[in-house]
Structure formats: C-alpha cells, structure tokens
Nanobody, 126 residues
Framework: QVQLVESGGGLVQAGGSLRLSCAASELTFSSHTMGWFRQPPGKDREFVAAITANSDDTYYSASVKGRFTISRDNAKNTVLLQMNSLKPEDTAVYYC???????????????????WGQGTQVTVSS
C-alpha cells in the first residue's frame, strides 16, 4: 500500500523558514511527478509546487515562486519543500502527492494526483 508521510511543519514567525519533507513507500517513486499542495483554513486545496520524475522540470504557483524550492532525492524516495520568507498567508495544511502526469497543466490540478499524504500543519505568525 502506497504511503506518503509529510514532516517538518510547525509554527514560525513571518520571514522565517521551514523545510517540509515527504517520504514515500511502496511507490515507484522515480516514475512519479511529486507535488505539494496546501489548504488554508476555510479554503480549497491549492497547488504549491511540483517536480517531475527526473527533476527535469519544476513548477510553482505564483504566490510562492521565488520563495519556495521543491527538490527530490530518488535514492531516498523523498521530496522536499524549502520554504523561505514565509508569510502569514502561507498558513495551511501542506500535502504531498504523487502523479504519473508530467505536463505543467496537469501537475497543477489536484484531481490528477492518485496518492496523497495526510498533511502537515504550517502556521506563520505575524
């Protein structure tokens, strides 16, 4: 059974940094695009970032581009999200997810992801 387990969330002041990690098991990790999504309080889940299977392409939402960096280590079945210059509006539950899709249009859509983690809470105080 595929498992995606996020870690690294927490409480941080505005301007600070956090690094989220997602560990995958029972997944052909190196064949999947990995994505990060978030769900702010009272809002829908939204795309944050994605990285294709061989790290050839990365995608970011406009709201995080330049502040967040997604990376992956296929040898360790892990995908990371380095979040810098955090803002209160980054407060959300962050989820990692896996998909076979690779195109920029599809990887930004949460309905294209088959596997999801349980999420990790990120809270940014002002």
């Amino acid at each position: 059974q595929v498992q995606l387990v996020e870690s690294g969330g927490g409480l941080v002041q505005a301007g600070g940094s956090l690094r989220l990690s997602c560990a995958a098991s029972e997944l052909t990790f190196s064949s999947h695009t990995m994505g990060w999504f978030r769900q702010p309080p009272g809002k829908d889940r939204e795309f944050v970032a994605a990285i294709t299977a061989n790290s050839d392409d990365t995608y970011y939402s406009a709201s995080v581009k330049g502040r967040f960096t997604i990376s992956r280590d296929n040898a360790k079945n892990t995908v990371l999200l380095q979040m810098n210059s955090l803002k209160p509006e980054d407060t959300a539950v962050y989820y990692c997810a896996a998909t076979f899709f690779r195109s920029g249009t599809y990887v930004k859509s949460n309905d294209k992801y088959k596997y999801w983690g349980q999420g990790t809470q990120v809270t940014v105080s002002s």
